[in-house]
């Protein structure tokens, strides 16, 4: 293996230019690197402006999504061996404002998550005294896939429809949606409905499946969109042939 | 911490080239298959020209099928049955992740749902070529 | 709270299209556009032919095999165009025009089936 390796970084800072530059910089080549590591060695010995962001390096934490020879990744997931002899290009997550360097606005997201109401919604809530909800583990199946994301962003970032359209409501945030419609503990679903049911929120889904592919931790956000295609479909109908039914 | 102004930051954001489903392989199957749809329109409209030549007597469809036996409708119909074929492919997998069968608490893996429609598929097809050749 | 979209009647067209187009247009267009014309089989006669159409079966399975797969066209190629051509804004007559067609298409094929002699 040869000892270093060349890693073109995007740069881009609002007080200096209007459109980002590669930097490119020579990292060593360690088996066992990762491409985050390659970012903490330029930012610790080489160039202490560069800006990003990471946090637990174990691929659970979902912040150092980046695009990484143009293809997203967890930079703490992806080993810098597999690029060799280089060079490596990284640039910030696709389809999000980029703020500086690395680092991408993802006040979008966050509010389309919100607007999902990832939370259990009980119409009744049960008194403490009566003890815990129960749940078996065929119960726990039908979402668990779902649970697993960890609000990384690359499906956005894979996402050709929300790279096209930023009003659509995107994959992740429709899979946890999904996830706790089939929880049997929430009974939230028609308030979910609601939003979802909007032009851009599922519907403008062409079932690309780049997110699925993209996605670090096996959700299969695409899976979750189609499902939910055929329940509002179903909800649709029923609302139409039989108005009288209560939301 | 930005000192000073108080403007907000200029962020940077590129959007999408109008070549986008080319930069990818799975963006340009994806374009691909979605056009399928227009060489499914393409042979409704031939069908809805054969009905009408049924319709207008034996000369009229026989005026038709010469039509069909040009060399140029030929090579189209052969690349719209490789795309509706891929079509097909592509529907039946994608109806595997929208159907959620469940069976005894677990669900049904993707293969059983995938292979009833090309069971149906090939029944299908079975079925109207037989109806149309045994005369 | 905005109206919920009536998107899904468009959706459930286009899955029902999908549906009558992968299990029935690629055994049409092999034999009435490839083997036919080729001469690979014999194609049956006028007469034959028009005694299977006739039926009332055979016409109402025809009206859905030239129906349903061009709302499944309308609202696919919609989706093409509107995000390969980012042509968004112009959603209201595209949507106007394909389903027109699908719908001046469906129109089309209960006529012509009506009217077989």
């Given at each position: 293996m040869a000892e270093t390796i060349a890693v073109e970084v995007a740069r881009y800072s609002p007080e200096r230019g209007s459109e980002p530059i590669y930097q490119r910089y020579e990292v060593p080549l360690r088996k066992d690197w990762v491409v985050l590591d390659a970012l903490n060695y330029i930012k610790d010995r080489v160039d202490g402006s560069l800006s990003f962001r990471w946090s637990c390096r174990m691929g659970i934490c979902g912040s150092c999504g980046m695009t990484v020879n143009g293809v997203e990744k967890l930079t703490c997931e992806t080993f810098l061996w597999e690029y060799a002899p280089g060079p490596v290009r990284v640039a910030p997550l696709r389809n999000f404002p980029v703020l500086r360097d690395l680092v991408i606005d993802m006040t979008d997201f966050m509010d389309k998550l919100a607007k999902v109401r990832p939370w259990i919604i009980r119409q009744d809530e049960k008194a403490l005294s009566e003890g815990e909800y129960l749940q078996t583990p065929d119960q726990l199946e039908t979402y668990k896939q779902f649970s697993m994301c960890i609000n990384c962003m690359l499906c956005y970032a894979a996402c050709p429809v929300y790279g096209l359209d930023p009003t659509f409501m995107g994959p992740a945030a429709i899979a946890l949606a999904q996830r706790y419609n089939m929880d049997s503990r929430d009974q939230g679903a028609s308030q979910r409905t609601d939003i979802l049911s909007q032009h851009d929120g599922i519907w403008d889904c062409t079932f690309v499946?780049?997110?699925?592919?993209?996605?670090?931790?096996?959700?299969?956000?695409?899976?979750?969109?189609q499902q939910y295609k055929l329940t509002a479909t179903t909800e649709w109908f029923k609302s139409l042939l039989m108005p009288w039914r209560g939301r | 911490m930005s000192a000073g102004s108080g403007r907000l930051p200029r962020p940077y954001l590129r959007r999408p080239s109008a070549w986008w489903w080319l930069g990818r392989w799975t963006y340009l199957t994806f374009m691909?298959?979605?056009?399928?749809?227009?060489?499914?329109?393409?042979?409704?409209?031939?069908?809805?020209?054969?009905?009408?030549?049924?319709?207008?007597?034996p000369e009229a469809y026989a005026a038709f099928e010469a039509h069909l036996r040009n060399p140029l409708l030929i090579v189209l119909n052969a690349i719209s049955l490789l795309f509706v074929?891929?079509?097909?492919?592509?529907?039946?997998?994608?109806?595997?992740?929208?159907?959620?069968?469940?069976?005894?608490?677990?669900?049904v893996p993707d293969f059983y749902i995938t292979l009833p429609n090309y069971i149906a598929w090939a029944a299908a097809s079975v079925v109207v070529a037989w109806l149309v050749l045994r005369a | 709270m905005e109206k919920r979209s009536n998107e899904p009647l468009s959706w459930a067209l286009f899955g029902a299209g999908g549906i009558v187009a992968a299990l029935l247009l690629p055994i049409h267009i092999l034999l009435f556009g490839l083997?036919?014309?080729?001469?690979?089989?014999?194609?049956?006669?006028?007469?034959?032919?028009?005694?299977?159409?006739?039926?009332?079966?055979?016409?109402?399975?025809?009206?859905?095999?030239?129906?349903?797969?061009l709302f499944h066209w309308a609202h696919r190629f919609?989706?093409?165009?509107?995000?390969?051509?980012?042509?968004k804004h112009l959603s209201g007559p595209i949507v106007v025009i394909f389903y027109g067609a699908a719908i001046y298409g469906t129109v089309l094929a209960a006529y012509l089936l009506w009217h077989i002699p």
């Open positions: 499946e780049e997110c699925s592919r993209a996605c670090p931790k096996g959700v299969d956000p695409a899976a979750a969109i | 691909l298959r979605d056009f399928s749809c227009v060489f499914m329109a393409y042979f409704v409209v031939v069908t809805l020209l054969q009905i009408r030549a049924l319709g207008n007597g074929v891929y079509h097909a492919v592509t529907f039946f997998n994608a109806a595997s992740t929208a159907t959620v069968v469940r069976v005894g608490g677990k669900r | 083997a036919f014309p080729l001469g690979l089989l014999g194609s049956p006669s006028y007469q034959e032919l028009l005694a299977l159409v006739r039926h009332p079966l055979t016409r109402i399975y025809l009206f859905i095999l030239c129906s349903l797969p919609r989706y093409t165009i509107s995000d390969g051509l980012q042509v």
